[in-house]
């Protein structure tokens, strides 16, 4: 009997490992540091705990409080390293998924970028929350995601929910720093492929805001690894809340079947054995 014990627990062993595995993650409930992998912050960056409060859907009570206004001087700039860096080879991807909400200061340029890059330094993509002509068009594209390659930054216009404005959804107030309303968050599942990515956003009150199509990688080239992130900003005069940040290094789908098959093999093995 013990024997069949052993067969069950290895092939338990065998099958978590082809599941998602995260690879960094910071929750911010009892401090700045991450949970898994490292976090860093650029020097003369303020960072504290945050607590908010409201009817929001993504942002927890314990966040960061991002302010470079106050007690700093410098930009935004977070950098996100992963305990390994993860393979985009053989179908497999990485998900990076976070919570925030901007704070606006009337007339500052607010536009905030979510990078990843594999482990030469080259830009793999780039998500942009565009603010300020970020894309080209004025005060009408004001608050608008969107993404950048390197010819330039683009709304998705076209690429996420035709014909629905975003709005203000993760931009406090325009007015000073007191007027940040931090129940205006949003969550954001970015998926990650050797040549391409796509976004996955839901809104503060939890509603499903849009999927966009796949875009391809800021050069167009492929890649064989995600190294890590940044979540920089164009100025100092913009700070936020950011909440669960995450890396997850995800199997290609044939492992995954495998995985599935083999827990049906296991709920067998215990029927047949008694275990």
């Given at each position: 009997m013990e024997h069949k014990k052993i067969v069950i627990l290895t092939l338990l062993l065998a099958g978590s490992s082809a599941w998602a595995d995260v690879v960094?993650?910071?929750?911010?409930?009892?401090?700045?540091?991450?949970?898994?992998?490292t976090i860093t912050y650029n020097a003369g960056y303020n960072v504290q705990l945050g607590?908010?409060?409201?009817?929001?859907?993504?942002?927890g009570n314990?966040?960061?409080?991002?302010?470079?206004?106050?007690?700093?001087?410098?930009?935004?700039?977070?950098?996100?390293?992963?305990?390994?860096?993860?393979?985009?080879?053989?179908?497999?991807?990485?998900?990076?998924?976070?919570?925030f909400a901007i704070r606006?200061?009337?007339?500052?340029?607010k536009s905030h970028y979510?990078?990843?890059?594999?482990?030469s330094d080259n830009i793999i993509f780039q998500f942009v929350l565009g603010?300020?002509?970020?894309?080209?068009?004025?005060?009408?594209?004001?608050?608008?995601?969107?993404?950048?390659?390197?010819?330039?930054?683009?709304?998705?216009?076209?690429q996420i929910d035709s014909g629905v404005v975003p709005g203000s959804y993760w931009f406090g107030n325009d007015g000073t720093s007191a007027d940040f309303d931090p129940s205006k968050d949003a969550h954001f599942d970015i998926s990650v492929t050797s040549t391409g990515w796509s976004v996955y956003n839901l809104k503060a009150d939890g509603s499903t805001f849009g999927q966009t199509t796949t875009l391809a990688t800021y050069d167009g080239g492929t890649y064989s690894e995600l190294a890590y992130v940044s979540v920089t900003g164009e100025s100092s005069s913009a700070g936020g809340y950011f909440d669960n940040l995450t890396i997850?290094?995800?199997?290609?789908?044939?492992?995954?079947?495998?995985?599935?098959?083999m827990g049906g093999g296991i709920l067998w093995i215990r029927r047949m054995f008694m275990v």
């Amino acid at each position: 009997m013990e024997h069949k014990k052993i067969v069950i627990l290895t092939l338990l062993l065998a099958g978590s490992s082809a599941w998602a595995d995260v690879v960094f993650k910071a929750d911010f409930e009892s401090g700045t540091s991450a949970n898994i992998g490292t976090i860093t912050y650029n020097a003369g960056y303020n960072v504290q705990l945050g607590v908010t409060g409201g009817p929001d859907a993504t942002l927890g009570n314990g966040v960061l409080y991002a302010d470079p206004t106050d007690g700093g001087a410098a930009a935004t700039d977070i950098t996100l390293t992963p305990t390994g860096a993860v393979s985009l080879t053989g179908g497999q991807s990485a998900k990076v998924s976070l919570d925030f909400a901007i704070r606006r200061t009337n007339g500052a340029t607010k536009s905030h970028y979510v990078t990843g890059y594999d482990s030469s330094d080259n830009i793999i993509f780039q998500f942009v929350l565009g603010e300020l002509d970020e894309f080209g068009n004025g005060a009408s594209d004001r608050q608008r995601p969107g993404y950048a390659d390197s010819a330039g930054a683009y709304s998705f216009a076209g690429q996420i929910d035709s014909g629905v404005v975003p709005g203000s959804y993760w931009f406090g107030n325009d007015g000073t720093s007191a007027d940040f309303d931090p129940s205006k968050d949003a969550h954001f599942d970015i998926s990650v492929t050797s040549t391409g990515w796509s976004v996955y956003n839901l809104k503060a009150d939890g509603s499903t805001f849009g999927q966009t199509t796949t875009l391809a990688t800021y050069d167009g080239g492929t890649y064989s690894e995600l190294a890590y992130v940044s979540v920089t900003g164009e100025s100092s005069s913009a700070g936020g809340y950011f909440d669960n940040l995450t890396i997850e290094a995800i199997p290609e789908p044939a492992t995954l079947g495998l995985v599935i098959a083999m827990g049906g093999g296991i709920l067998w093995i215990r029927r047949m054995f008694m275990v």
